[in-house]
């Protein structure tokens, strides 16, 4: 009995010093809660500091309007929502990147306006409002970000279809290690505290005055990508611990952003992002660099070979095949051999080396075999119903081979396919019970989208081949030549 009470003293005096201990920190959560700061407390991550974004969303001249602001502009589209919203109003936000915006056009053509044409047309039970938060160069951590300011505007259902602007900011990460999937929660719940929120927003400047990178990076208050800037195509080297930090930190938002969803009872339909294999050669192609100069130019030697279109194809397909021998992760070498493979009707070999050309280039402007796994992993482990728009585009492509027409460049769908991803998802909204459709559905859906269609007259889709060509300099690191607005 007296080794009973002794053994209860010891854990009851341990548990008062834990308490003891975490007092100053309860205080300082506290008080910091009651004098609402940090004024605009930054989204959970822990690798990168987010304190200087702003909301999307701010109030309108009727103050009855939460609108973007014209200041966004440069990244999103025009969108405004009810303050109050409406008792019958069913609203669903898209969440991503310029995909979700309907690039090089806009949300004119978007899958969330032919998703809205399609409820609407399927049911009448709901006000159906379905508002775009699409915004070009938005990597997953600035989309967390908005995502954890739309939670707060009674969503009914999100859409996320992200994955493709993982590369595009130059951000670093210092030393930081991986730390096992368990420990991630506890991590973001300690970036989430008020305390360390302050201290991040307080140690800005002097790491942005340091010679030391910052861990972790600090966001500027917008995308600064790296083919923002004529020539932004020569940052980009081949740096294998920064492309695997980077998949890590996406894995790590991606799981967050569906748990932070799931944990406020929001349901949530995940897109695989999509992107084109065989209409786009790598965006940079460059010699493993950590090779010996007699295994350089051995390399070099044949990757001028591949190039010349004089040799026969078996000759560059020998060469394809001797680099890819001294360096894996040729992209270029592994587009061409997938390309002559697709000449020879070789169409499993054509897209395994395809994938592999677009996997590992340099400038990784499309998600990456491992950023597509990460997606569909994530949707499994919470049982969030997945519209697989890659394999989808697949089924309709010649030899389940991704490239044009139904995409007009590495990324973007096309008109019709963005009309089909509309479709896809309200039938996804269907199965889940979101509604009661009419049986002839889908014939109302294609009357309204070809009103929807004749509204926008020729001028919209000027503009729109304007701003693919636009979009081709950017991707070649030629942005200065852009002038499409």
């Known amino acids: 009995m007296a080794k009973t009470i002794t053994k209860r003293k010891r854990w009851a005096f341990r548990l008062a010093a834990i308490a003891i201990g975490l007092l100053p920190m309860v205080l300082a959560e506290a008080i910091l809660a009651g004098l609402g700061l940090p004024s605009t407390p930054a989204a959970n991550d822990p690798l990168v500091d987010l304190h200087q974004l702003k909301p999307l969303f701010a109030p309108a001249l009727d103050d009855a309007t939460l609108a973007i602001p014209s200041s966004r502009y440069d990244h999103f589209r025009p969108e405004s929502i009810e303050r109050e919203k409406p008792a019958n109003q069913f609203r ?9 915006q309907g690039s090089p056009f806009t949300t004119e053509t978007s899958f969330s306006t032919w998703l809205q044409l399609s409820l609407a047309a399927a049911s009448n039970e709901h006000q159906w409002r379905v508002i775009n938060c699409g915004g070009t160069s938005y990597a997953s951590y600035r989309v967390a970000a908005i995502l954890d300011e739309v939670i707060e505007y009674e969503p009914d259902l999100l ?4 994955g493709h602007n993982e590369f595009l900011e130059d951000r670093t990460y210092g030393n930081w290690k991986k730390w096992p999937r368990s420990s991630a929660r506890v991590v973001e719940s300690l970036a989430s505290l008020r305390t360390v ?8 400047p002097l790491a942005k005055s340091s010679s030391v990178d910052p861990l972790p990076w600090v966001a500027e208050s917008e995308v600064n990508a790296r083919l923002d800037k004529y020539g932004g195509l020569e940052p980009y080297v081949r740096d294998q611990k920064w492309r695997n930090d980077i998949i890590e930190h996406f894995r790590i938002t991606y799981t967050r952003m569906l748990r932070r969803a799931h944990d406020y009872g929001i349901p949530v339909i995940v897109c695989v992002p999509v992107s084109d294999l065989r209409d786009t050669p790598p965006f940079k192609v460059v010699i493993e660099p950590h090779a010996s100069l007699e295994d350089q130019e051995k390399m070099k030697t044949l990757w001028q070979r591949i190039q010349l279109s004089s040799n026969s194809a078996s000759e560059r397909m020998q060469s394809c095949r001797e680099l890819l021998e001294c360096d894996p992760h040729h992209s270029g070498a592994a587009y061409v051999l997938g390309r002559l493979m697709l000449d020879q009707q070789k169409f499993s070999e054509a897209k395994y080396w395809l994938t592999v050309a677009r996997d590992w280039d340099v400038c990784p402007l499309r998600a990456t075999s491992e950023i597509e796994t990460i997606v569909r992993e994530a949707a499994g ?12 585009c697949e089924s309709l492509s010649r030899h389940g081979i991704v490239g044009a027409p139904l995409l007009v460049d590495h990324v973007h769908p096309s008109v019709e396919v963005h009309q089909r991803i509309g479709r896809w998802l309200a039938e996804i909204m269907i199965e889940e019970g979101h509604l009661v459709a009419e049986d002839d559905w889908e014939e109302r859906a294609r009357t309204a989208y070809t009103a929807h269609l004749s509204t926008l007259g020729e001028y919209y889709f000027i503009r729109g081949r304007q701003r693919l060509e636009g979009l081709r300099k950017w991707t070649e690191g030629r942005a200065g030549e852009m002038s499409v607005e």
């Open 92 to 100: 669903i936000f898209a969440l991503g990147g310029s995909t979700v």
């Open 159 to 162: 859409i996320f279809f992200l």
């Open 197 to 204: 929120q302050l201290l991040r927003q307080l140690a800005a």
């Open 381 to 392: 482990d919470l049982d969030a119903p997945l519209l697989d728009v890659l394999e989808k």
